[in-house]
């Protein structure tokens, strides 16, 4: 996998992030290729992590065996049509970070046949090297080409693969949208502590290293989350009584809500960016 050649379409946040995962776990840079308009951009890459560049999508997969598509889905059927010929030629592994669009729409721009398409969705914290991604291949996507992915996509985090695609909105609305969910709890303890008191310093560390504490606790645990909270709510206690509000409150319904929209959105932006409903 290391001197794998790998070529990214697009040199956004994402496919930097992924590029600098791949260098950090020794992954050769001269063997990795990025095609990007944006000639600041093509400096930045080329100074910041010694990759090649170029401009033009068809020079930058002539030698790859991995395309990873990290363009913006508004571009992608432009983009796809256009390398199509050249793809379904050498027939490497392609894999999309693009959002929302469906694998049977992608293949379709890619000219069909039996190219091996993996469809994927990393969260934004792929930026700090902290990213959940789930995984959805399709029908030819070989054992190798599997192991190829998750090892590109656990450079930037951890990785789980879904059967079923339609599975991949609810990823979407639990872990592709749920750093904002943290962000918005975080933002409204932080902001609270300060009404109550704290100075706007104290109230950010504090809310940030419980946050990460509480995160560090359940992926280090074998035990769940429900039995986790169970173990730090005293009976009677202050906890106690903080739960009873948030519940009485409708908290997990709420969240239930929440989810239930996020992957509907989901599901209607695939339909107006794909072909296929």
Do not use: C
Not at 10 to 15: C, I, Y
Not at 18 to 34: E, Y
Not at 113 to 122: I, Q, S, Y
Not at 180 to 203: N, S
Request: aromatic content about 4%; charged content about 20%.
């Amino acid at each position: 996998m290391k001197a794998l050649p790998i070529a990214f379409i697009g040199g956004g946040n994402m496919a930097r992030s992924l590029i600098g995962g791949l260098i950090a776990g020794g992954h050769d840079p001269s063997r990795i290729w990025v095609a990007e308009p944006d000639a600041s951009q093509r400096e930045f890459l080329r100074g910041r992590h010694g990759v090649h560049t170029d401009p033009d999508n068809l020079t930058a997969i002539a030698a790859a065996d991995i395309v990873v598509l990290a363009v913006k889905p508004q571009i992608l059927r432009g983009v796809a049509e256009q390398l199509a010929p050249a793809l379904q030629a050498r027939a490497p592994l392609v894999i999309s970070v693009a959002a929302g669009v469906r694998e049977r729409d992608l293949r379709r721009w890619l000219g069909g046949g039996r190219l091996a398409l993996v469809r994927t969705m990393p969260n934004t914290p792929a930026l700090v090297g902290s990213a959940a991604s789930a995984l959805f291949a399709n029908e030819f996507v070989t054992e190798d080409h599997r192991q190829l992915a998750e090892s590109l996509l656990r450079a930037v985090g951890v990785t789980v693969w879904v059967d079923d695609e339609t599975l991949l909105d609810t990823v979407t609305a639990l872990s592709g949208s749920g750093p904002a969910y943290f962000f918005l709890v975080m933002e409204a303890l932080e902001q609270t502590a300060l009404a109550l008191g704290l100075d706007e310093d104290k109230a950010r560390l504090l809310t940030l290293q419980t946050a990460f504490g509480a995160a560090k606790m359940a992926l280090e645990s074998a035990e769940s989350p429900a039995t986790l909270r169970v173990r730090v709510t005293s009976p009677g206690g202050t906890t106690e009584r903080a739960l009873g509000v948030l519940r009485e409150g409708g908290l997990e319904a709420l969240l239930a809500k929440a989810l239930e929209a996020a992957r509907q959105r989901s599901r209607e932006l695939g339909d107006l960016l794909g072909d296929s409903p």
